[in-house]
């Protein structure tokens, strides 16, 4: 990955369908959650497909599929997959994983296979759609094995459009994504990377709170248009965070050129804009000296 020709690194979008055809979402909630953002067209892009796009764009992207077959009965995309599309595009995609914590010992043994043998660099967690708190013991194993391989450990926050519009969301429960129950784990798990996705609606203070306290922190900013980021996040992000947000677009439900070109009017200071676009993401990642 030649970090000197990409313009930046998309640290949040989504593997949603596989090259065998399974889907991480049934069909009711990817129709909500396609209506919830206001998507056109077919979203069902292959790895291939959006190794491709993010070439074309000279970006690289952070890739995942979400693990919540516990709760939701659908079988995900295959983290084993994910990994083999970003060894083949090493250029452009960067592997992450999901693993759902009810799954437990095998999970945990399956994390550490997954950096040691198929080079996965972090892995995603979504608390309301996998149904668990994120400081619950259950899911401490996994941690563990992230935190000593040096993983990161990615949590949705806040708001999800998956579920939206649904009767009873879908049995989706929106309290398992408060940003306060991943301080529980940065507080615990000191030398962990962590990111916390989106815009923390209605948790924004809570996020920018945690990550201004604990130094492994980190915020993307995925999932929102920037013309919609709350006054206090944008202050944050040209201040005491500006070294510790995160370009992410929520592909394919959120592009990075509609992203990106709502965040070209964003309020930001133009010695901020390369950290956000691409260096914060590169340090994290290691794939830059710090």
Same mark, same amino acid.
């Given at each position: 990955? =030649?970090?000197?020709?990409l313009t930046a690194i998309d640290v949040h979008t989504?593997?949603?369908?596989?090259?065998? $055809?399974?889907?991480?979402?049934?069909?009711?909630?990817?129709?909500?959650?396609?209506? !919830?953002?206001?998507?056109?067209?077919?979203?069902?892009?292959?790895?291939?497909?959006?190794?491709? !796009?993010?070439?074309?764009?000279?970006?690289?992207?952070?890739?995942?599929?979400?693990?919540?077959?516990?709760?939701? $009965?659908?079988?995900?995309?295959? =983290?084993?997959?994910?990994?083999?599309?970003?060894?083949?595009?090493? #250029?452009?995609?960067?592997?992450?994983?999901?693993?759902?914590?009810?799954?437990?010992?095998?999970?945990?043994?399956?994390?550490?296979?997954?950096?040691?043998?198929?080079?996965?660099?972090? +892995?995603? +967690?979504?608390?309301?759609?996998?149904?668990?708190?994120?400081?619950?013991?259950?899911?401490? %194993?996994?941690?563990?094995?992230?935190?000593?391989? $040096?993983?990161?450990?990615?949590?949705? /926050?806040?708001? /999800?459009?998956?579920?939206?519009?649904?009767?009873?969301?879908? %049995?989706?429960?929106?309290?398992?994504?408060?940003?306060? !129950?991943?301080?529980?784990?940065?507080? #615990?798990?000191?030398?962990?990377?962590?990111?916390?996705?989106?815009?923390?609606? *209605?948790?924004?203070?809570?996020?920018?709170?945690?990550?201004?306290?604990?130094?492994?922190?980190?915020?993307?900013?995925s999932g929102w248009s920037p013309k919609y980021f709350?006054?206090?996040?944008?202050?944050?992000?040209?201040?005491?965070?500006?070294?510790?947000?995160? +370009?992410?677009? #929520? !592909?394919?439900?959120?592009?990075?050129?509609?992203?990106?070109?709502?965040?070209?009017?964003?309020?930001?200071?133009?010695?901020?804009? *390369?950290?956000?676009?691409?260096?914060?993401?590169?340090?994290?990642?290691?794939? /830059?000296?710090?």
């Amino acid at each position: 990955m =030649n970090l000197d020709e990409l313009t930046a690194i998309d640290v949040h979008t989504h593997a949603e369908v596989s090259s065998k $055809g399974t889907a991480s979402l049934d069909e009711t909630l990817y129709a909500a959650s396609g209506a !919830y953002f206001k998507v056109e067209g077919d979203r069902k892009s292959t790895l291939e497909e959006m190794a491709a !796009y993010y070439r074309e764009r000279k970006m690289a992207a952070v890739v995942f599929t979400v693990d919540a077959e516990s709760a939701t $009965g659908t079988e995900p995309v295959p =983290n084993e997959e994910v990994a083999e599309a970003a060894a083949a595009n090493p #250029d452009v995609l960067i592997p992450f994983a999901s693993l759902d914590p009810h799954r437990g010992r095998a999970a945990v043994a399956r994390a550490r296979r997954l950096v040691e043998e198929h080079g996965v660099r972090g +892995f995603k +967690f979504h608390p309301s759609i996998q149904a668990f708190f994120p400081n619950d013991r259950l899911a401490y %194993g996994l941690y563990e094995v992230i935190e000593e391989t $040096g993983a990161i450990a990615l949590f949705h /926050t806040g708001q /999800t459009g998956i579920g939206a519009g649904v009767p009873g969301g879908g %049995g989706i429960r929106l309290k398992y994504s408060n940003p306060l !129950y991943v301080d529980d784990v940065a507080a #615990d798990f000191p030398h962990l990377k962590i990111i916390l996705a989106h815009p923390s609606f *209605p948790w924004q203070d809570e996020a920018l709170a945690v990550a201004t306290h604990k130094p492994g922190v980190h915020i993307d900013l995925s999932g929102w248009s920037p013309k919609y980021f709350p006054p206090q996040l944008v202050k944050y992000a040209n201040s005491l965070l500006q070294d510790k947000i995160l +370009f992410g677009s #929520d !592909y394919p439900v959120l592009t990075p050129d509609r992203w990106l070109a709502d965040f070209a009017r964003l309020e930001i200071k133009d010695e901020v804009r *390369p950290k956000i676009l691409k260096e914060n993401a590169a340090r994290l990642l290691g794939l /830059t000296r710090a």
